[in-house]
């Protein structure tokens, strides 16, 4: 049973640009949530998913940022013009049920030049 | 509001020493669940305990151990005679059961070195 995927796994971006990231969840997982690692900051919760369905985005900055999670292919983090202060490493987690333990994927690494 | 602490920021041991890797959480659910994860210099995060909060026997796994006290509200975990290989950033999380979202709130981290 293959673990999380993300990819890809280093992202540079100029100022301005999108960025893309995906996650395939744990087969048989339906909950993706995504999480940000700052410098300083540790980890931080942005956005839950199930199949179609964005549950709660408390977490994601308001502008700029958006979350999907199609019912066929991968979960996509889009951030549209990037600034320096994205640059951080974004995770993945899936569970298959609601409460049940997360796993993480390996991260991207985003850096806005 | 959900919180968990982890006081130390960075410790530093000679192998086969002893570590205890300190949490301290805030809930107000009676029902959450409590995580310690390992992120290695690697970079990945690797789960390696969930405790819900009706449990509170000790669990051991080979050199790793988790003492959860709900009187302190702590959740600790001690690695028996380190090894280089634990070095790394450890963080405790939590989660809550009520409402419609589990998302984990993390600590800080401590980031553990373990000398040869």
């Known amino acids: 049973n293959a673990g999380v995927m993300q990819n890809p796994r280093h992202l540079v971006r100029r100022r301005g640009q999108e960025a893309r990231l995906r996650c395939s969840p744990m087969?048989?997982?339906?909950?993706v949530y995504w999480y940000r690692q700052l410098p300083e900051e540790g980890l931080k919760f942005m956005v839950y998913?199930?199949?179609?369905?964005?549950?709660?985005e408390s977490g994601m900055p308001k502008e700029r940022f958006s979350a999907e999670f199609p019912k066929e292919g991968p979960s996509i983090l889009r951030i549209q013009q990037v600034v320096r202060g994205d640059s951080a490493a974004y995770f993945c987690?899936?569970?298959?049920?609601?409460?049940?333990?997360?796993?993480f994927g390996p991260g991207t690494r985003l850096t806005v030049l | 509001a959900q919180k968990v602490t982890q006081a130390q920021t960075e410790i530093s041991v000679v192998e086969k020493e002893d570590v205890t890797l300190d949490c301290v959480y805030e809930?107000?659910?009676?029902?959450?669940?409590l995580f310690w994860y390992k992120q290695p210099p690697s970079g990945e995060l690797v789960f390696l305990i969930r405790?819900?909060?009706?449990?509170?026997q000790n669990e051991i796994s080979g050199r790793y151990s988790w003492n959860f006290q709900k009187s302190t509200s702590s959740f600790n975990f001690t690695i028996t005679a380190s090894q280089v290989v634990d070095s790394a950033v450890y963080f405790c999380?939590?989660?809550?059961?009520?409402?419609?979202?589990?998302?984990?709130?993390f600590g800080k981290g401590i980031t553990l070195s373990v000398r040869p």
């Open positions: 987690a899936s569970s298959p049920y609601l409460g049940d333990t997360q796993y």
């Open positions: 087969k048989g997982h339906s909950h």
């Open positions: 998913l199930q199949k179609e369905n964005i549950i709660d």
């Open positions: 809930t107000r659910d009676t029902t959450y669940y």
């Open positions: 405790r819900n909060s009706f449990d509170e």
């Open positions: 999380a939590l989660s809550e059961e009520s409402g419609a979202n589990s998302k984990l709130t």
